[in-house]
């Protein structure tokens, strides 16, 4: 009986699940670590982290030079060169953000443990939902990663803002689950499997179920609130606000990326058939998102505000090679990869100088920057790079995430596309409305108050700097660095 139950009990791939095992391993031992030594251990938090994540690269990359598809658990948890590209940014991503951490959580006197605890967490959820592909899987990956953020979102206890910034997310999170867990039970009703290939089977063919068009439909709405889409974006600006900042860059960039990621594994392996359902969404959730985001982020004064709508906007630019799926899914693939990559960098980088700027001005406010180039020149240079990127201006890497997007429409054809493109090239001007504000403050307007005292940059946050720094500018002038990982995931993501 025993050696039944042991044939018939499916075998687990260790080395796929390395990069989770290392993540969670680390997490582990930074509790174990405080639970030990308590004040004494504090100073070692972040780089236990940030050792943690440099470690959980390394099965990452073994995984990739041995190239070979792993799948598990009946197909629902997959590891393949898709996957494992996200995985990376994440963890990269994730270890840029512990290094804009480092100074703040110990100058704000927050207790480190649970801070980083909970990032690594967060990660973890993200690092699953990478190679996540079943109902379930996305869904636990899902709330893994959202859960820890909350309390992330909250993290300045004693502020009316940050507790503001928390419940919002959490308020709304919890209500865009339900909405996501409804969706997922009607599919699953339909297809008689939470596995994407077998949904795809199921529901990717033949005349539209009503039932299957309000489920998709629902499945897509509650990862539209994590990419904060419009309109159901609402919970961004004030959660960006009263976040602390690196908590905010976290969201921003690593918290969206997941949400994309499990957007690209519904839209092109689970619902592959359901064009009918899907172009029309994200045309209209595409066109809407890009455009209201930048038109508030006009009347914005605060820079962490004008970010966060920013950040909106540049959700709705990726959004647009779901439009085009059906006609040009290798394209569309590649350009959300892309453009992820590169946004990861290019925002991380603009939150990072907010960060340090903030350090001498205490003020979040456009007005502050006047001068900035006179006492702080490289971080004017710095800032000028990022969002030069961000408005998708050579060389900064952000061009050649505006020509993915293009590219991809070009290849699709058509009035939907050729409208779309139309929007897209509109929105691009009016952001640079808004970046070319900034600029303004930095190189042409006076310092506030005639102090011109240096910025003290700690070591922790030149590094951040210098890393999206090379990562910004290596992406725009060598943009087949990043171009062949998105060749790579569209081959794996698409099962070419």
């Keep these: 009986m025993e050696a039944l139950l042991a044939f018939s009990r499916p075998a687990l791939d260790w080395h796929a699940l390395a990069p989770e095992l290392t993540l969670l391993a680390f997490g582990t031992l930074i509790t174990v670590v405080d639970i030990i030594w308590d004040d004494r251990s504090k100073q070692a938090m972040p780089t236990l982290a940030g050792m943690g994540l440099l470690a959980t690269l390394l099965p990452i990359l073994t995984l990739a030079v041995d190239g070979t598809e792993r799948s598990m658990f009946g197909g629902a948890y997959v590891v393949d060169d898709f996957s494992l590209v996200l995985k990376a940014l994440f963890l990269i991503s994730g270890y840029i953000v512990i290094l804009m951490s480092v100074d703040y959580i110990r100058d ?156 690209i594994q519904l839209v092109f392996v689970a619902f592959p058939g359901r064009d009918d359902v899907v172009q029309p969404f994200f045309w209209l959730i595409a066109a809407l998102t890009m455009t209201i985001g930048n038109l508030i982020a006009l009347r914005q004064n605060n820079i962490v505000r004008l970010l966060a709508y920013s950040g909106v906007a540049q959700g709705g630019f990726m959004l647009v090679p779901f439009a085009v799926a059906a006609e040009a899914p290798a394209r569309a693939v590649e350009a959300v990869v892309i453009y992820m990559a590169i946004y990861a960098f290019m925002n991380l980088g603009a939150f990072t100088v907010v960060l340090a700027v903030a350090r001498k001005t205490r003020s979040g406010e456009i007005d502050s920057y006047g001068g900035l180039f006179q006492y702080a020149p490289g971080l004017a240079v710095a800032m000028t790079v990022f969002l030069a990127a961000l408005a998708g201006i050579p060389p900064a890497g952000g061009w050649f995430a505006k020509f993915g997007l293009f590219r991809a429409l070009l290849d699709a054809g058509g009035g939907w596309a050729a409208s779309l493109g139309v929007i897209v090239a509109i929105n691009t001007v009016i952001a640079f409305a808004y970046y070319a504000r900034i600029l303004v403050q930095m190189w042409f307007q006076p310092v506030p108050d005639g102090d011109e005292r240096p910025i003290v940059i700690t070591g922790a946050l030149r590094a951040a700097l210098a890393v999206t720094l090379v990562a910004t500018m290596a992406f725009g002038v060598l943009p087949g660095l990043v171009g062949h990982f998105g060749e790579v995931s569209v081959l794996s993501a698409l099962g070419g």
Excluded: C
């Design 108 to 263: 704000g006197d927050y207790y480190e443990n649970e801070y980083y605890t909970l990032m690594l967490t967060s990660l973890l959820g993200m690092v699953m939902m990478s190679s996540s592909r079943d109902l379930i899987s996305v869904f636990v990956a899902l709330e893994l990663l959202s859960i820890p953020a909350y309390m992330l979102a909250a993290w300045r206890k004693g502020g009316a803002r940050s507790n503001e910034a928390g419940l919002k997310y959490y308020l709304m999170g919890v209500f865009a689950s339900a909405v996501m867990l409804y969706g997922m039970s009607l599919v699953y009703g339909l297809a008689g499997s939470t596995t994407f290939g077998v949904i795809a089977q199921e529901l990717g063919s033949g005349a539209a179920n009503p039932v299957a068009i309000l489920g998709i439909l629902f499945i897509l709405i509650g990862f539209a609130f994590k990419v904060s889409a419009v309109p159901f974006h609402t919970w961004a600006p004030d959660t960006y606000e009263g976040a602390p900042t690196p908590v905010t860059a976290f969201l921003a960039v690593a918290s969206k990326t997941a949400g994309m990621v499990a957007l």
